[in-house]
C-alpha cells in the first residue's frame, strides 16, 4: 500500500471507528490523513469502497481469531456453536463490523462488493469455513449430499437473521439463534450418522 493510501486507510478506520460509516466524510478522511480531498478519489473511488475494504479486512481478521480458538476435537455441533458465538461478539465489539447491523449500511456495503466480486458476494462471510465443512463430510461426521456452499450458506443465513432481530423481537433472538443453529447442526449430523449406517 502507498504511502498516502495508506494514511487514508488509517485516518478512516479510526474516523469509522469513532463515527460511524455515516457520520464520517471523504472530506473528514482526507483532513485527518492530512491530504487533500482530491488525493483521496486517487485511490479510492467512493467512501463506500474504502469502508468495504475496511469492513472486509476487519472481518478477515475475527474469522482468522474465531479460527484460532476453535478446539478442533469438539464435534461439528459444539465447533458451529463456537464459530456463531464468536463471530456474533466480535461483530458486536468491533463499531466497523456493527455496521452490518444498519440494514441501509450494509445494503449500500452489498452492492459496491457485488459489483467487484459479482456472484461471490453471497457467501463471504464463512468462505473460510468451507474447508472444515468438507473435512467433516468426509470424515463422514455430517451429510454430505449437500454442497460444503451450499451448508455455508445456510449458517451466513443464520448470521443474517441478526439484521432483523428488531422485527423478530429483540428479547426472543439469543434464544432463536441457538435454536435454529442447533436444528441445523441435527439435520446435517443426522444426515452423516445415517450416511455411516
Not at 13 to 30: D, E, H
Request: hydrophobic share 45%; proline share 2%; with cysteine.
Amino acid at each position: 500500500m502507498e504511502e498516502k493510501q495508506a494514511l487514508l486507510y488509517k485516518a478512516a478506520k479510526t474516523l469509522f471507528t469513532k463515527n460511524g460509516f455515516k457520520s464520517t466524510s471523504v472530506a473528514q478522511i482526507a483532513k485527518e490523513a492530512g491530504l487533500a480531498v482530491g488525493t483521496f478519489y486517487l485511490y479510492y473511488p467512493s467512501k463506500e469502497k474504502l469502508f468495504l475494504d475496511i469492513f472486509l479486512a476487519e472481518n478477515t481478521a475475527l474469522k482468522q481469531r474465531c479460527q484460532a480458538q476453535l478446539d478442533v476435537t469438539l464435534e461439528p455441533k459444539q465447533m458451529i456453536a463456537h464459530m456463531l458465538a464468536c463471530n456474533s461478539e466480535g461483530m458486536r465489539n468491533n463499531p466497523i463490523l456493527r455496521e452490518w447491523y444498519n440494514r441501509k449500511v450494509f445494503a449500500k456495503l452489498e452492492q459496491v462488493y457485488r459489483l467487484e466480486h459479482g456472484g461471490e458476494a453471497v457467501h463471504f462471510l464463512y468462505d473460510t469455513f468451507v474447508q472444515l465443512v468438507e473435512t467433516w463430510q468426509a470424515e463422514g461426521k455430517i451429510r454430505s449430499d449437500i454442497d460444503a456452499k451450499t451448508i455455508i450458506l445456510v449458517f451466513t443465513a443464520i448470521v443474517n437473521i441478526d439484521v432483523h432481530k428488531e422485527e423478530i423481537g429483540v428479547e426472543h433472538f439469543p434464544r432463536l439463534l441457538d435454536v435454529l443453529a442447533s436444528l441445523v447442526m441435527e439435520g446435517l449430523m443426522q444426515g452423516g450418522q445415517d450416511a455411516q449406517s
